[in-house]
């Protein structure tokens, strides 16, 4: 079922990629479009679509997105799509040259956070990540736990007082 509308600005959120910030740090985010076909915003329209080991790669100057799937519109007819085919991303010039030094220089990869319709357009958060190495998961696991119970016992010590 899709996400509920984000009504301060136009969004409506199709899906989000929960695993990407548990195993990339996220050092910068990007706004871009996507071309696709019509089975595929009608699939997208219905929450069909899968980010999870997925990523985007730069080719000929040209932003593209690998491994997303989106399943088979249920009404398509022969026309229907291929759910596992590279998408192009729409990205301005610029940002496409930064993105190419970021990725060659400092060995980043460029992950899908989340996709989302706004005003009527299915975008994609591309950000350029840092992959997390296991003692690094091991200690952001940690402190949430830490966090955790210092909340819980902040709620437990106002519960006494009351």
């Not at 080991?53 to 000929?60: E, L, P, V």
């Not at 060659?104 to 357009?121: C, Q, S």
């Amino acid at each position: 079922m899709p996400a509920p509308a984000d009504k301060s600005s136009g969004e409506k959120i199709i899906t989000v990629n929960r695993k990407a910030r548990h195993d990339y740090e996220i050092v910068d985010t990007f706004e871009a479009g996507l071309v696709l076909l019509g089975t595929e915003v009608k699939s997208l329209r219905a929450g069909k679509v899968n980010l999870k080991d997925s990523y985007a790669r730069i080719k000929n100057g040209e932003v593209w997105l690998i491994g997303v799937h989106i399943s088979p519109y249920s009404h398509g007819t022969y026309n229907n799509h291929d759910p596992e085919r590279d998408r192009k991303l729409l990205l301005h010039k610029h940002e496409i040259r930064r993105l190419i030094g970021k990725v060659e220089e400092a060995g980043m990869t460029l992950i899908p956070l989340r996709m989302y319709f706004r005003n009527g357009k299915a975008k994609v958060e591309l950000a350029l990540a840092r992959g997390k190495r296991k003692y690094d998961r091991r200690q952001d696991i940690a402190k949430r736990e830490a966090q955790r119970e210092i909340r819980r016992q902040l709620k437990h010590k106002a519960r006494i007082i009351k």
